[in-house]
């Protein structure tokens, strides 16, 4: 079954104004990881984030991991209308490697 | 210099046809996959090699068989093709183990 589930499905936000998604997933990980799609596009990785660690930055991304409700939140500050994509969430729980299993997306608009 | 790359970028065929996709990664990774995204964005792993050595066969039917004839290349070939083959496929690298993957730009398979 699918492991992640991305809340809300559409997100429609003037510039400037914060963005946030949440991921909830339903087994043990090794890691949390986000991707951005836009439109026509592959996937971009933004954040890894390891079961061990609660929260991490990066410019305007920031990503919080609680393992103890299976859930996560990417929260994108000052957005931008280039911030215009899908975001996804992929959790890790690979025995040997790497082994992603995406969440359904969430697709962000930031109007001009 | 593009990281990962595919071909072709679009693929339109007829029922029955076979089909082969390219990917090519230039970033030395040992690891790499093949993801299938549907019309909803639903974006499934298919496959993983790690260093020309299968390690992830996901419930994929045996139509699709795919080859890599080192650790930078990893084709995917398709037989008989089925309308619900139409999808985007998209190949990814990443060093052994968990971390970030690389994604190409995919592939848009049209089916008819």
């Known amino acids: 079954s699918q492991q992640g589930e991305e809340d809300p499905q559409a997100l429609s936000i003037q510039e400037g104004e914060n963005a946030t998604m949440n991921c909830s997933y339903k087994t043990s990980i090794n890691n949390l990881q986000w991707y951005r799609q836009n439109s026509g596009r592959g996937l971009v990785h933004l954040i890894l984030i390891r079961s061990n660690e609660r929260e991490k930055h990066s410019g305007r991304l920031r990503v919080t991991l609680d393992t103890s409700k299976k859930s996560s939140s990417l929260l994108i500050t000052a957005s931008r209308a280039a911030d215009t994509a899908s975001y996804f969430c992929?959790?890790?729980?690979?025995?040997?490697?790497?082994?992603?299993?995406f969440g359904e997306g969430t697709q962000l608009t930031v109007n001009p | 210099d593009t990281a990962v790359s595919q071909t072709p970028k679009y693929l339109v065929t007829q029922m029955g046809n076979d089909k082969s996709i390219k990917c090519e990664q230039n970033l030395g990774h040992d690891t790499m996959y093949w993801y299938k995204q549907d019309s909803k964005k639903f974006l499934k792993i298919m496959f993983s090699?790690?260093?020309?050595?299968?390690?992830i066969n996901e419930t994929v039917p045996n139509r699709f068989s795919p080859k890599s004839p080192d650790k930078a290349h990893l084709n995917l070939h398709i037989n008989s093709l089925e309308l619900g083959d139409s999808a985007v496929y998209f190949c990814?690298?990443?060093?052994?183990?968990?971390?970030?993957?690389?994604f190409g730009p995919g592939t848009r398979l049209t089916v008819t």
């Open positions: 990814a690298s990443s060093q052994r183990g968990p971390y970030e993957q690389y």
């Open positions: 090699y790690n260093n020309k050595e299968l390690i």
């Open positions: 992929a959790t890790d729980a690979g025995t040997s490697g790497s082994r992603l299993t």
